[in-house]
């Protein structure tokens, strides 16, 4: 039993490093790395997701708000 808590806190998470990239990609000034930004978190299709992407749908480039509403439609989450 210990072995596995020891492992679990030794896993690291995977997802840390796409939630990173959203943050810094959202603000960039460049729409095309604010899409990406759209694009690194799109997989995860939940409430967090949705609620991240917010200020994007408000975005002044149409891309940009295209890749978020895109990705807000296609959550899968039900709360």
């Not at 939940?46 to 408000?58: C, E, G, I, N, R």
């Amino acid at each position: 039993m210990t072995r596995a808590l020891l492992l679990l806190l030794l896993i690291p998470d995977f997802g840390a490093d796409d939630w990173s990239d959203f943050e810094k990609l959202s603000k960039d000034k460049d729409p095309a790395e604010r899409s990406k930004a759209v694009d690194r978190i799109d997989k995860y299709k939940d409430v967090k997701m949705v609620q991240a992407l917010y200020p994007l749908l408000t975005d002044e480039h149409l891309r940009v708000r295209f890749h978020a509403v895109r990705a807000v439609g296609r959550c899968t989450d039900d709360a």
